[in-house]
């Protein structure tokens, strides 16, 4: 296994092991010279073997059958240049805000806390399709060109970020904030301002 294939099981195992996806959900992907190593489809994250080599195209190069998903991380790491890894996870809060009603499709969450800010920061919600649906893309790929964390309505967050463990920490932030926003619904809460927020940026 290359380092960067090791990493990949690691960081998988280590999101199973605390429960922030479950069953054989999830994808995990980092990219390489040629396009992206990425978990194969149909297995748990806390038993990643062998991986999948994918082109940005989208077109499974080598290795085993990849996640049904692999065309949305192609889609997220051709919008964003920057971008070395994508996770994919279906973190319990973040997918029970992703089931809600009457979202701001632009940005889901309130900048509850400076921490979010600077992990996440906007949160687009894009429109429900099947998990593996080629149609969702474009869509994607349009919406990553602004942001780097995407909700998937009725599915589940997908997160770009430098390497794996910026991706980890944005996905796993946007987790407890959901979390953080579910606790306090029924609460007033004081988001930070737009001042306080562009501070930040
Ligand atoms: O929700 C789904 O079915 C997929 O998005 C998923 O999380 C796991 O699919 P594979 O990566 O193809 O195993
Ligand atoms: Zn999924």
Redesign the pocket.
């Given at each position: 296994m290359t380092d960067l294939a090791h990493q990949i099981a690691e960081l998988s195992a280590s999101l199973f092991r605390r429960r922030l996806?479950h069953g054989?959900?999830?994808?995990v992907s980092a990219r390489t010279g040629d396009g992206f190593l990425i978990?194969?489809?149909?297995?748990s994250l806390g038993a990643v073997g062998e991986l999948a080599l994918v082109a940005l195209t989208g077109e499974h190069l080598d290795g085993p059958r990849p996640?049904?998903?692999a065309f949305l991380h192609a889609a997220l790491y051709r919008a964003r240049p920057d971008a070395g890894a994508v996770v994919?996870l279906?973190s319990t809060h973040a997918v029970a805000v992703s089931c809600h009603d009457g979202l701001d499709p632009d940005d889901v969450l309130p900048p509850l806390t400076a921490y979010y800010v600077m992990r996440v920061g906007r949160l687009p919600l894009l429109p429900y399709h099947a998990?593996?649906d080629p149609a969702l893309g474009p869509i994607a790929e349009r919406a990553a060109r602004t942001a780097h964390a995407l909700l998937l309505a009725n599915?589940?967050p997908i997160v770009a970020g430098a390497d794996l463990a910026a991706a980890a920490d944005a996905i796993e932030e946007l987790e407890e904030t959901a979390r953080l926003w579910l606790l306090l619904r029924d609460r007033p809460t004081r988001p930070l301002t737009p001042d306080q927020v562009r501070s930040l940026s």
């Open positions: 996806t054989r959900t999830g994808n978990t194969p489809t149909g297995g996640s049904k998903e994919h279906h998990p593996g599915h589940g």
